[in-house]
C-alpha cells in the first residue's frame, strides 16, 4: 500500500513561499542557485493564487445558493 503525500494547504505553500523569499533576498546565493529558488517561488505563487481562487469560486457558489448571508 502507498502512501498519499500530504496535501498542500495554502498556509503550507505560502510559507514556503515565505521561506524562499527570505533566503533570495539574503543575497549570498549563486546566480543558478538563486534562478532556481525564483522558479520554485513563481510555482509556489501561481499554486497559491489556484487555492484562492478555487476558495473564492466556492464562496460565490454558496452565496448563489443562499446558503450564506450577503
Sequence with gaps: MSEQP????YEMLYSQLQALVIRLE???LPLEESLQLYEE???LAAACQRL?????LRIEKLQISGLTPD
Design 6 to 9: 500530504p496535501v498542500a494547504t
Design 26 to 28: 539574503g543575497g549570498e
Design 52 to 56: 484562492l481562487d478555487d476558495a473564492e
Design 41 to 43: 517561488g513563481l510555482q
